[in-house]
């Protein structure tokens, strides 16, 4: 049984986009936090919200969640506007802040009904909280106090906190900072998960590995302004000069073979050796070379993600 | 209401399993015990309290009890929303369908509910001062109540300035600086104003002489006038308290009989009132204190009805209790125009 498919919405969604923000703006006494931000989130996808820090990624967040008001521009979540219809969106979203605190002394069990509770679930609650610690992994510790809790734990319980209500829409704030790397992957697989089944999710990061795995869209924001979108099946696709660094089981036959084939790459390092390549299609070119020569290629990535490539040319050059 | 009891149930429960909050509660019972032993010791040999050792020791331990709350009730809530802030629980609490109202009045219940707790702690003291007698159960009663009111705006003061501002350390201090306005502070105010409006007047006597002339005879006095004064005390927690408490039944003379010459005379010699009732004393005072210069000696004016303080000051406690609480449901409503300063932003 798909644990999240089967019980994760109670509500339904309200138009075609989980999140839609235009021309948002927010002022923080003379700081302009966000001066002009665009961004969508449709249901069924992962969409990353990507940005150097200070970028306005948490205050945009904090409007999506309905903490602050923006200044100007329309917000609407699951079709409900933050500001005139907070209750609605309310119930309708989750969100999961980069810090949250726990109640000390309470234990896991007690703090998801908790949470149920405060989203007006009632008698279900229980219930619900123990479908949430399945789901989290977290049974055995069901009855332990919250601060006894891992980070990554506590992150896995922040995230199922965040679904008590089956929300259609999901806010996570930085979800994968501080965490090791299999919980990671684990967030990964649940958030793709949910949106498989039909959420929209907004991962915020500026970890953009994890960000090239598991969203499906990515927003680029920076000094408060949308600079740039991109499906992250574009960018795999997107072409250009990159730099692609090659491992071989052996050194000198690698190079070798470079050279005979006029690749200009540099000299050996205990990484590998890096060759400029100008598409995915000569990459592959490259590699089929090689086998046929004989070279025992043990990998060939390129050194810079597209992401990372992206990311860079669309925040950096602003001065 | 029952988001008001979810939140109310969960800083219970917090609390509760915290396990500083029962030493605190042990030290209290054990601070009231001393206080009311050493009390019962010390007026157990003092000769014009026959009959009344509960009543002095009710009235002194129904103070005590107020001024080490008034201590320690700022401690328990002044940083009920700015620490949830700072531990990060705040915010996911305010985007659940809680209302803010939900929140700030789970959060005074809690509070409120744990002062009662604290007040209870008190009912076996209480009740030794009973059987002690001298303490009409209707005193009892509404003493509490008054105290169990006094407590809660003292609560809900302290939850206004933990909403109100940002860092935890700054609104414990404030909170604990209402507190002293409230009890020295009006004290002091009341002292000075009083002095700055004494009047000086020219008081005519006749010296029973009648070759003298009219009006010969003048003196100045300085008068305070309290009647002007009288409501800056007020608000005064242990004014409050000590006023509202219900007066005990006037002590009787005491006659004795002796049989002289087959028949038996009763000689009765009235017995003080002052120096038995400590509530009763400081009811008195604060009430002679709104009769207008002149009416001051007119004891039979004592107890009439109309010179009441404490419905003033417990009013106007409750209404300043009641304002700090609508701050601090309007600072938790969401989505919020401006952040506390020092929240961070990004």
């Given at each position: 049984m798909n644990p999240v498919a089967e019980e994760v919405f109670m509500t339904s969604p309200g138009s075609a986009d989980g999140v839609v923000a235009i021309g948002v703006k927010r002022q923080f006494d003379s700081v302009f936090a966000l001066r002009g931000v665009d961004f969508t989130a449709r249901y069924g996808e992962v969409t990353g919200l990507v940005g150097p820090n200070g970028a306005g990624k948490t205050t945009l967040l904090l409007i999506l969640a309905t903490l602050l008001l923006p200044d100007e521009g329309t917000v609407r979540i699951a079709g409900h506007d933050p500001v005139t219809e907070t209750g609605a969106v309310r119930a309708m979203s989750g969100w999961v802040p980069d810090a949250f605190g726990v109640y000390d002394n309470l234990t896991t069990r007690e703090y998801l009904r908790f949470a149920g509770l405060a989203y007006g679930l009632g008698k279900r609650s229980p219930a619900r909280a123990e479908e949430l610690l399945v789901l989290s992994r977290l049974q055995d510790f069901a009855d332990r106090p919250v601060h006894v809790l891992s980070r990554g734990q506590k992150q896995r319980l922040g995230f199922v906190r965040s679904l008590v209500h089956g929300p259609r829409v999901l806010l996570l704030d930085e979800?994968?900072?501080?965490?090791d790397p299999y919980s990671r992957v684990e967030l990964r697989d649940l958030l793709r998960q949910l949106a498989s089944v039909g959420a929209a999710v907004v991962v915020s990061s500026h970890v953009l590995a994890d960000l090239e795995q598991m969203a499906d869209r990515v927003v680029f924001v920076d000094r408060g302004v949308t600079v740039g979108e991109r499906r992250i099946d574009d960018l795999a696709r997107a072409s250009g000069p990159r730099v692609w660094r090659l491992r071989a089981l052996n050194e000198s036959e690698l190079v070798a073979a470079l050279d005979r084939n006029h690749y200009p790459h540099t000299a050996p390092t205990p990484g590998g050796v890096d060759v400029e390549l100008l598409s995915d299609e000569a990459a592959a070119g490259l590699i089929a070379g090689l086998v046929r020569d004989g070279v025992h290629v043990v990998s060939c990535a390129p050194l810079t993600t597209s992401l990372e490539a992206t990311y860079l040319a669309l925040t950096g050059d602003q001065g | 209401m029952s988001g008001v009891l979810t939140v109310a149930r969960l800083e219970l429960t917090v609390r509760v399993r915290a396990g500083r909050w029962r030493w605190l509660l042990a030290a209290w019972f054990v601070i009231l015990v001393g206080f009311t032993t050493l009390l019962r010791l010390a007026v157990s040999h003092a000769h014009n309290l026959q009959g009344n050792v509960g009543t002095v020791m009710y009235g002194g331990l129904q103070l005590f009890l107020l001024a080490l709350a008034l201590l320690v009730m700022p401690a328990l809530t002044a940083q009920s929303v700015n620490g949830d802030r700072e531990r990060g629980t705040l915010g996911v609490l305010q985007v659940t369908r809680l209302s803010a109202f939900d929140i700030a009045g789970g959060k005074l219940l809690a509070a409120w509910g744990t002062a009662c707790i604290f007040l209870l702690a008190s009912a076996p003291l209480v009740a030794w001062s009973m059987v002690e007698k001298g303490v009409p159960a209707i005193r009892v009663v509404i003493v509490t109540l008054v105290v169990a009111l006094l407590l809660g705006v003292i609560c809900a003061i302290s939850l206004g300035l933990s909403a109100l501002l940002a860092r935890g350390t700054t609104s414990s201090v404030l909170s604990y600086l209402s507190v002293f306005a409230l009890t020295l502070g009006t004290l002091i105010v009341f002292g000075l104003a009083t002095a700055a409006t004494t009047q000086t007047r020219v008081v005519h006597f006749s010296t029973g002489d009648p070759s003298a002339p009219a009006g010969c005879c003048s003196s100045e006095e300085t008068v305070a006038r309290t009647d002007l004064t009288w409501w800056i005390l007020a608000p005064n927690p242990f004014v409050v308290l000590a006023d509202a408490a219900p007066v005990v039944v006037e002590r009787p003379p005491i006659c004795r009989s002796f049989r002289t010459r087959g028949s038996i005379r009763t000689f009765c010699t009235p017995q003080p009132?002052?120096?038995?009732?400590p509530l009763g004393d400081i009811s008195r005072s604060v009430r002679s204190l709104r009769s207008p210069p002149g009416l001051q000696?007119?004891?039979?004016?004592?107890?009439?009805?109309?010179?009441?303080v404490w419905p003033y000051g417990l009013g106007f406690d409750v209404l300043l209790g009641g304002f700090m609480f609508g701050v601090a449901t309007r600072r938790l409503r969401?989505?919020?125009?401006t952040l506390p300063r020092g929240v961070r932003l990004a």
């Open positions: 979800p994968a900072a501080g965490l | 009132q002052s120096g038995v009732d000696s007119n004891i039979a004016r004592s107890g009439g009805g109309e010179d009441l969401t989505p919020r125009r």
